[in-house]
């Protein structure tokens, strides 16, 4: 299997700790695919005309994505503990915090690209927005970080550490563990997994 990846992207992380996770990373040949919103990436493209990381390409040619596809689809190819739930509220737990980090990271990325804008251009309302709902979605997470996963994790719990890690490797400043001290305590355990230890975002491999 083919994957489209960048060593920067939290949600190319997400897929490859779930891969090491499962002990599926052998199968996958990564191939390095820079993508920018004003530059498509035509070699991209004809696997995921979004030009988006991550895109998953299967030896029959089937082209998956997005990130959260990619993980529930390498979630079947192994014969351990499954980190999506099969049925139940458990599942839908699951696939809720998921979407909850998968969420969050959306409106970190939008708020990066608008931080790194020359101050003239930046839109003060579109800032105090993300901040906003930033702060928020961390708040919730604190009260959440009781029932968050060291052993036996499950999808969840790996997309909420990704969006910490985020946090770390972008928005250093915003100093994210101030005032919640379960999800800090949770976030350095997990952190400490193998899966997210050699997944750190950086240029090389």
């Known amino acids: 299997m083919k994957l489209h990846y960048s060593p920067r992207s939290p949600f190319v992380r997400k897929v490859m700790v779930c891969a090491l996770e499962t002990g599926v990373a052998p199968q996958l040949t990564r191939v390095r695919s820079p993508v920018a919103m004003d530059t498509p990436n035509l070699a991209l493209m004809r696997d995921n005309p979004l030009s988006k990381l991550p895109t998953l390409v299967l030896d029959d040619g089937l082209a998956l994505f997005d990130s959260s596809v990619i993980c529930e689809y390498l979630d079947t190819l ?3 503990e499954r ?3 099969a049925e139940g509220r458990e599942r839908f737990v699951a696939l809720q915090q998921q979407a909850f980090a998968d ?3 959306d409106i970190l990325l939008l708020w ?12 003060a309302q579109w800032l105090d927005g993300f901040a906003a709902k930033s702060a928020a ?3 919730a997470l604190e009260t959440l970080a009781p029932n968050l996963r060291l052993d036996s994790i499950q999808i969840g719990d790996i997309a909420i550490a990704c969006v910490l890690a985020y946090y770390d490797f972008r928005l250093p400043d915003l100093q994210w563990r101030e005032g919640r001290p379960a999800l800090a305590a ?3 355990q997990f952190a400490e997994r193998d899966s997210m230890r050699s997944t750190e975002p950086g240029d090389g491999e």
């Open 186 to 188: 949770w976030h350095a």
């Open 78 to 80: 192994h014969d351990g």
């Open 83 to 85: 980190l999506f739930p």
């Open 137 to 139: 979605s961390l708040d």
């Open 103 to 105: 969420g969050l990271l």
């Open 112 to 123: 990066r690209q608008e931080r790194n804008k020359p101050e003239v251009q930046r839109r």
